[in-house]
């Protein structure tokens, strides 16, 4: 299994940027599908999920009329579009699947950096 994440990089504050995670190796309809974020000194948060089938979103309030994510399941990849960006949404951001099916493993992906900076 892979997720592979890509769309990073230095945006100036009030920019966008489209972040993707392609996954390999798994059913990907089967799987929630999760953005998550980490900013130096600070742990981990949850920036905005999709669910496997009804394809229910939530969001951190941080992020909520900003941020949207979607998947497309032709080509397995869920993305994450973030507008209006602030100096504080830099962070790395993560990648996560998780099963509907109990007792089967998670992933993540590798991390992709953003920088909102002028």
């Known amino acids: 299994v892979q997720l592979v994440e890509s769309g990073g990089g230095l945006v100036q504050p009030g920019g966008s940027l489209r972040l993707s995670c392609a996954a390999s190796?798994?059913?990907?309809?089967?799987?929630?599908m999760t953005w998550y974020r980490q900013a130096p000194g600070k742990e981990r948060e949850l920036v905005a999920r999709?669910?496997?089938?009804?394809?229910?979103?939530n969001y951190a309030n941080s992020v909520k009329g900003r941020f949207t994510i979607s998947r497309e399941y032709a080509k397995n990849t869920v993305y994450l579009q973030m507008n209006s960006l602030k100096p504080e949404d830099t962070a790395v951001y993560y990648c996560?699947?998780?099963?509907?099916?109990?007792?089967?493993?998670?992933?993540w992906g590798q991390g992709t950096q953003v920088t909102v900076s002028s």
């Open positions: 999709i669910t496997s089938v009804a394809g229910s979103t």
């Open positions: 190796g798994l059913t990907f309809r089967l799987y929630t």
């Open positions: 996560n699947a998780v099963s509907r099916r109990p007792g089967e493993p998670d992933y």
